[in-house]
């Protein structure tokens, strides 16, 4: 095995995080943007596991209200969005240990209970997405469902025993809902549409919801999985690239375009910055997390990105 496969399989177990974890600083404290990207791409291209995964003071940011419906109510590096309606509220992924506790504390924060989640939905079963499944069921109850696609299911099953022999062992609940492609669910009143997006994980899922912003509702997307960190081969990355040209065209859909990206990884729409704009804004103001543009941007160096890795992973499989 040539070294660069070698340190890229142990980054997908993840063992390089606790060799470099001991002696580095954390990045920063206050979640900006462009050092988390830089360690982001550090770590899909050299298998660098950065500290801010583990670090839990650089990872407490305060919760906030992005919509008059929707709420952030994740960490620094990974985000987890709570969608709320009086009936009821549905929370778009469950961070993980230690960390699900922040996400509890961060809702109850913003004055909403936990108790009233109806519904979780889980983009992908890797650890920062799914692994407080658990301890949210715990916490929530038998009342509140969790919703996957089938192969997401499969795959946080996997990863989650896989990760026992590892630093960071979480376990997975059995599988509730099954989402297939275009299915609507709904949590109390708040109703969130799924779209089977296979790529950065092959059962990685991405979500449409309504996003109200005083009297004008957004069509709001958060894109399941956005990094090549844990792929396998080729038809992976062309899995990835079919996806993106999807989601891409349902930015331009007739009846109800996507508007805007509220990401699973926050750093990578510039979120901690452009949130900071709606403590300034004026009524007259754009809403500073709507940025088409910027999305579609977004959507192109993906696809770009993943055309350049498609190659590599051609020549991979062939020699
Ligand atoms: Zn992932």
């Not at 990355?237 to 990401?263: C, M, N, Y």
Request: net charge neutral; with cysteine; aromatic share 8%.
């Amino acid at each position: 095995m040539k070294l660069r496969h070698f340190r890229s399989a142990l980054a997908a177990l993840g063992l390089l995080a606790t060799q470099a974890s001991a002696q580095e600083q954390p990045l920063s404290t206050k979640c900006e943007s462009a050092p988390l990207m830089t360690a982001w791409t550090e770590l899909g291209e050299k298998g660098k596991v950065a500290q801010f995964i583990e670090y839990a003071v650089a990872q407490k940011i305060e919760p906030y209200k992005a919509f008059d419906n929707v709420y952030y109510v994740g960490i620094c590096w990974v985000s987890a969005w709570l969608l709320t309606s009086p009936q009821g509220h549905v929370l778009i992924d469950t961070l993980y240990e230690p960390f699900t506790e922040q996400l509890l504390a961060n809702i109850r924060a913003l004055g909403l209970d936990p108790k009233d989640i109806k519904l979780v939905v889980i983009t992908h079963g890797h650890f920062d997405h799914a692994g407080g499944a658990a301890r949210l069921k715990s916490v929530l109850g038998p009342g509140t469902r969790f919703a996957m696609s089938r192969e997401g299911w499969r795959e946080a099953a996997e990863e989650a025993a896989l990760s026992a022999a590892r630093t960071r062992p979480w376990t997975m609940i059995e599988p509730d809902i099954v989402l297939s492609d275009g299915q609507t669910v709904t949590g109390g009143e708040v109703a969130i549409e799924a779209f089977e997006t296979p790529g950065h994980s092959m059962g990685t899922i991405s979500f449409a919801f309504d996003a109200r912003d005083g009297a004008r509702t957004y069509r709001a997307f958060t894109v399941g999985g956005l990094g090549l960190n844990r792929i396998r081969g080729p038809d992976q990355v062309e899995a990835f690239i079919a996806s993106v040209k999807r989601i891409r065209t349902l930015t331009q859909d007739g009846a109800r375009p996507v508007e805007l990206h509220l990401a699973t990884h926050g750093f990578s729409t510039g979120l901690t910055e452009a949130k900071d704009l709606l403590k300034t804004r004026k009524p007259t103001d754009p809403h500073p997390l709507v940025n088409l543009q910027g999305f579609r941007k977004q959507l192109d160096d993906l696809q770009a990105g993943a055309e350049k890795r498609l190659v590599i992973e051609r020549q991979r499989k062939a020699n």
